[in-house]
């Protein structure tokens, strides 16, 4: 059985370069994989704050039920 310099079979020796081995050469362009193209420009475009007027409004919602659904069993 004929073996390369590193003693791996011939079968298994890729003497082809791989793409991933080279260096980018220019502009590198990320590509991410998204499943709404709107929804990943908006959030691009503007960064959620967990303290916005909206998120305010959702802690005090959920703060209030919570508390009415604690003190429902004592009354």
Known sequence: ????????????????????DEKPTGRVVQEEAVHSVALAEALQGSKPSLWSKNMLKLYFIM?????????????
């Open 63 to 75: 703060g209030k039920n919570t508390i009415q659904t604690t003190s429902f069993r004592f009354v």
């Open 1 to 20: 059985m004929d073996e390369t310099k590193e003693g791996v079979p011939p079968a298994y020796s890729n003497d082809v370069p791989d793409i991933h």
